[in-house]
């Protein structure tokens, strides 16, 4: 199209219209020209070169009113060929609705003939079935009687001539439906129930593989094919999927799991040790199979060596958390369990054997039994066996109680000491029962020997007790003892013998000091049968020494030979007593007697009345301190350890001319013997009220009287025997003074302070005019 028939289609412009900005940018471009000419010719001179710049705007001007020109018209060439552009757009339009309407038109009139052809369209679908089911009519005639021949193969376990059946009813089925449009036929109902039996028939033979393997590993084979070639196939039908893979899977774990931890097969009461025994010798063996009969007959990645032991294990292990809760085990099938769970089992017996492969290995798996399953366990072993232990020592205890009220004394070994089978039976009950505990964990013999050193605690209080119901029968009659202080003695050998041999009791790992509490309960069983021996001779001696002194006393020796044939007479017994325990007993056997000579004295039943009684009373003292030295020497106490040189000592003071020097006699003794304690207090006041000392008057108390140092004051009422108290804490004639540790009694510690001043009596003279005071028993 040319320009001229281009101008003839477009529409012409208005005319004698303006812009509205064209005033507005007139008087911008006024006051712009007024502006520069102002500046321009602003002086004279420039006027002369008006010409040359009104030429030269003129030429401006014009350049831009053709240059506004050319680009007007560019402009309005551009808006006209739009607007033919959209008339032309406008006429297509209009001609593709036209067409648009024809053929909705058309579309209506062909649904109409449509519907009329919808019954035609029916009869060849139809038809189209007809003609697949006339052709596939013999087949499907076969139907029922392939599904009973594949029910027969089922039951005479043809496994994979079974499945092969089954597979060529599915493909029919497949076949069938398709052509059909799904159509599900009423012969094929039988094909689930026929699939499931199969199934099942696979799963129980894989429930029976370590029986198969052994007796039809063909069937085995069988089922595991089957199960591996339905993994792998696909249907066009929309059925869940069988899985026999898996189902065959889990047949294999749970008919092991069956044959071993069935409930008919855990162990009874009683039954546990014969029922580990059994899973010993079964487990390895069942491996063993695994890996030569049943891996064979599976795929590599059935992993069967593993999947057996992971099983076996598995279940093994369901089968102990049901055993731990029922009914609690007895201490002999907890302490079977224990050892087989943490050594048997991961042991070269079981599943640590080197004939097993690496597949085997369980000891990634859970333990057996947690961390608190071991530690529940071994609290209730302690617990039943510290009841039967502490049964048996108090068993042992009794018997040995009924020993001391025999007719005839205590037995005796070889060398002639005293001896009872009862240290030797409480050790050997304690020492078996942590020596059998350490085949099973550091952790129980810990717990056992805790319990071990406990229970021999309380046997030794309750041997204590036992030795003080004993003693206070005796001595009040309820029970009289032929042989009361032999079997006193016997016991102290019990004693030395638990001592020396508490040290079986200590594994390497015990730290120092465990057995602490046990020694101190030895050395206090130590003390009190010494108490109860010192107790027997003092009955026996006090009413010898009633009658000392006295003038018979100064003439004769006879009351101290009467004492010292009754002390070796008493002490004759000891030699039935081991070292170091029969030192220990002369050391206090004569620091009893001279206590009771000494305290004897102090009752101020006899005053030198002259010089020459205290001689006598000093010479007499020196022979009973001699003939008690002899004495004990002859019984083998040792002379470092004697305190009748005490008497010596003390003779000297009754050969005192003036008595007046008495205090200074008295601090050298203090001095000579370092040991010996000042008793101050109401005792010291007492003694200078009965002696009536002019140097330290004392203002008399009432019921004031000199205290001997054998009765306490405040004694408890009723005391046991060989539990007297002072207020000190205990008696002075009959508080031991050697050390329990160690059996090393200290040489010349006799509490004689007391003593001394009271020896004053003896010393006084009544008619002597250096004395202050006369005797009161002039």
Not at 122 to 140: D, G, I, M
Not at 583 to 612: F, H, I, K, N, P
Not at 749 to 754: M, N, S, V, W
Request: with cysteine; glycine share 6%.
């Amino acid at each position: 199209m040319d320009s001229a028939a281009r101008d003839k289609t477009q529409p012409a412009l208005p005319t004698g219209l303006e812009w509205p900005e064209q005033e507005r940018a007139e008087q911008l471009a006024r006051g712009a020209a007024l502006k520069w000419a102002s500046g321009i010719f602003y002086r004279p001179e420039q006027l002369a070169r008006l010409g040359q710049y009104r030429n030269r705007e003129v030429q401006r001007t014009c350049s831009l009113e053709a240059r506004i020109k050319s680009v007007v018209q560019s402009y309005l060439e551009g808006v006209k060929t739009g607007v033919w552009q959209l008339a032309q757009a406008l006429e297509a339009v209009q001609g593709a609705r036209e067409a648009l309407g024809q053929a909705r038109g058309l579309l209506r009139d062909m649904a109409e003939a449509a519907q009329t052809l919808e019954p035609l369209r029916e009869q060849v679908v139809e038809h189209k079935q007809l003609q697949a089911l006339s052709q596939l009519l013999p087949r499907l005639r076969a139907v029922p009687a392939a599904v009973a021949h594949t029910q027969t193969l089922i039951d005479a376990q043809r496994l994979l001539e079974a499945y092969v059946s089954l597979r060529e009813l599915e493909q029919l089925q497949e076949e069938t439906c398709v052509p059909l449009g799904g159509l599900e036929l009423p012969v094929f109902e039988g094909l689930g129930p026929l699939a499931e039996a199969l199934g099942q028939a696979v799963e129980a033979a894989a429930g029976a593989a370590g029986q198969l393997a052994r007796e039809n590993p063909a069937l085995l084979v069988a089922a595991v094919r089957v199960a591996e070639v339905d993994a792998g196939c696909t249907t066009s039908l929309e059925q869940a999927p069988r899985d026999w893979r898996q189902r065959c899977l889990r047949a294999l774990q749970q008919g092991l799991e069956r044959v071993h931890f069935g409930t008919s097969l855990q162990p009874g009461p009683g039954e546990l040790a014969k029922w580990l025994e059994a899973l010993r010798v079964a487990l390895p063996a069942e491996l063993a199979m695994a890996e030569a009969l049943v891996a064979p007959c599976c795929p590599p990645h059935y992993k069967v060596v593993q999947l057996w032991a992971h099983t076996l294990h598995g279940g093994l292990r369901r089968c102990l958390q049901q055993l731990l809760e029922g009914p609690e085990l007895e201490e002999a099938d907890t302490f079977t369990l224990l050892h087989w769970v943490l050594h048997v089992y991961q042991g070269p017996e079981m599943m640590g054997s080197l004939e097993l492969g690496p597949e085997a290995d369980v000891s990634d798996l859970e333990p057996l039994l947690t961390l608190e399953n071991i530690e529940q366990l071994e609290a209730t072993f302690v617990a039943k066996v510290q009841a039967k232990v502490a049964q048996w020592l108090q068993k042992a205890l009794d018997g040995e109680v009924v020993e001391w009220g025999r007719e005839q004394e205590p037995d005796t070994d070889l060398s002639g000491f005293y001896h009872s089978p009862l240290p030797a039976i409480v050790l050997q009950i304690l020492e078996e029962n942590i020596r059998v505990t350490r085949i099973v964990s550091v952790s129980l013999e810990q717990r056992v020997h805790g319990m071990a050193l406990s229970e021999l605690s309380a046997f030794l209080r309750s041997f204590t007790d036992a030795l003080i119901r004993f003693s206070r029968d005796h001595l009040r009659g309820e029970a009289v003892v032929p042989h009361y202080v032999p079997y006193l003695l016997a016991t102290l050998n019990h004693q030395l013998a638990l001592s020396s041999s508490v040290s079986v009791l200590q594994p390497k790992w015990v730290v120092p000091g465990v057995l602490a509490p046990v020694e101190a309960e030895l050395d206090k069983l130590q003390k009190r049968i010494c108490r109860l021996v010192l107790e027997a001779l003092l009955a026996e001696l006090q009413p010898l020494f009633a009658a000392l002194p006295s003038r018979r006393w100064l003439s004769s020796p006879e009351l101290l030979d009467d004492v010292c044939k009754r002390t070796a007479r008493f002490c004759q017994n000891f030699q039935h007593v081991r070292n170091p325990a029969v030192q220990l007993l002369l050391v206090e056997a004569e620091r009893t007697v001279v206590l009771q000579y000494l305290s004897a004295l102090m009752q101020g039943r006899l005053v030198c009345r002259g010089a020459d009684e205290r001689t006598q009373a000093a010479e007499r003292m020196q022979h009973d301190a001699a003939q008690l030295q002899e004495l004990f020497l002859g019984l083998g106490l040792e002379e470092s350890v004697q305190c009748v040189p005490v008497l010596l000592a003390l003779k000297e003071l009754l050969n005192l001319r003036d008595p007046t020097l008495l205090g200074l006699e008295v601090a050298g003794l203090r001095q000579q013997f370092p040991d010996v304690r000042c008793e101050d207090g109401p005792g010291r006041e007492e003694t200078q009220e009965r002696l009536g000392g002019a140097n330290a008057p004392v203002t008399p108390q009432r019921g004031s009287r000199l205290r001997p140092p054998g009765p306490a004051r405040r004694r408890v009422p009723r005391a046991a025997p060989g539990r007297t108290q002072l207020s000190a804490g205990r008696p002075a004639a009959l508080a031991p003074s050697w050390s329990p540790s160690t059996f090393q009694p200290r040489a010349n510690t006799c509490t004689l302070a007391g003593l001394l001043l009271p020896l004053r009596v003896l010393c006084l003279t009544p008619d002597c005019p250096q004395n202050k005071v006369t005797s009161p028993y002039a």
